[in-house]
């Protein structure tokens, strides 16, 4: 083994006599390890370039109430117009028959106040004055009243369609309200009794109306304003199928020169009949 203090020496001989080699090649040194520059690894980002994709939005804008109100008019099946048609058809036939019917016995008695003493040219000539007279008086009372019941009755199914439209929105006091309005307005020549007495008949009848709605509603576990948008969407599906039926039917006629409807609803029925045997078979 060798002695520290005499490496130490010999190392200090060395620098002393000037050596100006490497310090490497000094005994008794180790040379530094080599410094080496860090290889640099060209790296590359890969960016993938994506085509733009487009997608179509569309954007829904809710209507206001005079736009509703016109899409009524516009659509071929409505529910608002096909009801306030059938109510006033309904209402003026009833009305009609029960203005006349009521005023058959007022008819009868004054027709023999007036002809008191009348002579006729035979009985049957007296008879048929009668009845003559009797057709007119029981067509002048059924228009008449049968003209007032389609105008209160449509009134207020119309204004209670249409409000419903307009504040998209269904509420069970519109019947009481409107029917109210409509009587009191319409019996105002009569007198402040006569209009009392509508408003109480309107509010009567409205409230009905009402109960039935909300017998509805809890038939079919909904509240009021979804039970009636349910019923008018499966009304408006039955007057799409209606008018499908009713084009079909005309076409027919049309095609095989029919003359009454009937014999070509009945044709057309069996055309159905044999299309629907084919299918099963």
Known sequence: MTDPSTSSNSVGWWEWLGWKGSPSSIPGRQAPPPHTEPSTV?????????????????????????????????RENSMEKDVTFRVVR????????????????????????????????????????????AIVRFAKGGFGVGFKCALISGSIVFLATHITAYRDKFASWYFPAISASVGGVFTFPIGLLGSMKAVGLGVTSGLTLSA??????MAIDKPVNDAYRLFKRDYEKELK??????????ELMEREQITWRQQAVKKLKQQDHEKMAIFDD
């Open 42 to 74: 060209p790296t590359t980002s890969v960016v993938a370039v994506m085509e733009p994709k487009v997608i179509e939005h569309v954007e829904i804008v809710p209507m206001t109430g005079w736009e509703r109100l016109k899409s009524i008019y516009e």
């Open 90 to 133: 309904m209402s003026f036939l009833g009305g009609f028959l029960v203005g006349g019917a009521t005023g058959y016995a007022q008819a009868r008695h004054a027709y023999e106040t007036n002809n008191v003493g009348r002579k006729y040219l035979s009985p049957s000539d007296a008879v048929k004055r009668k009845i003559d007279y």
């Open 212 to 217: 039935v709605v909300h017998l509805y509603a």
């Open 241 to 250: 199928s209606a008018s499908e039926w009713d084009s079909r039917v005309s």
